[in-house]
């Protein structure tokens, strides 16, 4: 199979770690030939695309990425365009993408690796065997809903966005979550403000009225408060998160600090077919690109969760995962998870350590 892959390394160390990431899928090229190649076409997004187009998502970058089977970034933003008009900012052209692709299921892994118990800030007996998927809704909820403003309101000045679901939005998200759930431990928490939201209030319904259809599946929910509390007290005992936009953006990054490191965790954003955005959860880093020293971990794993999720090449998903897990075993560390024993590698020598480890397999 011959798959097109849309390129957009972005700012920051965006650049450095798709590099790596792309290195790695020629290795896969390489490892399975005859069976799967790629063809990989490169375009612009975020600050240096608005230097170039004077805007963050250029129309022809949507395109390639509308043409591709998938959709591989590196990360937005950096200090110098926080200035910009709102527009035109970086962040916008995510959210943007993210609409114009419609990839509404956000996937957010957060697994503990025992190599790294020592990257976390919490105890190793409280995170050992973590292993948490959060599904996320990404193209609803008050990122996008209208009105939106800062307006004057009977005199006063007032800020303003619209937390609302529609019907059809929570359903396709539940179902994205009890198939993700039916996969792993058949265990789902589904997470609200259902006490106070009447958008929660929705959304619980429409959880429940799903989860009629998958009787195996055990769904609990619980309020975002207690949820963000669970996290950290008892992370083991979650399977599968689903929730709203902004809900999972704040649990999200919460849970990637289980494992230690943001430089770790990929994700994938997903729509109803096999297209998909694959990540790394950080973000463009800007006070260490260029440096060669960005964990390229991260990207290397979203590259996994491409061949898993869009091109079904499962097989070759686990090759990725494997050898990155060896070469923790091996001692090796990028700076921002190195610990006393450890082998301290650039952002290019984990690359090649994981290409070798892919290859010798
Ligand atoms: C994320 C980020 C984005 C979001 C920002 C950069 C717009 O925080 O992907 O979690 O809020 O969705
Ligand atoms: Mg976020």
Redesign the pocket.
Known sequence: MNYKIAVLPGDGVGPEIIEEGVKVLKAVQQKYKGEISFEFEKALIGGCAYEKYKTPLPDSTVELAKNADAVFLGA??DWKYDTLPPEVRP?KA??GIRKQLNLFANLRPAIVFDELLDSSTLKPEVIKGVDIMVVRE?TGDV?FGEPRGIDTIDGKRAGFNNMIYFEHEIERIAHVAFKTAMKRNKKLCSVDKANVLDCSRLWREIVTYVSKQYPEVELTHMYVDNAAMQLIRNPKQFDVIVTG?IFG?IL??EASMLPGSLGMLPSASLSDGKKGMYEP?H?SAPDIKGQNIVNPIATILSAAMMLRYSFAQDSAALDIENAVKNVLKQGYRTKDIASENSTVTSTSEMGDLIVTELLRN
Request: no cysteine; hydrophobic share 40%; proline share 0%.
């Open positions: 937005v933003g962040e995510l959210l990404l990122y936009n953006d999200s990054d959860i973000g």
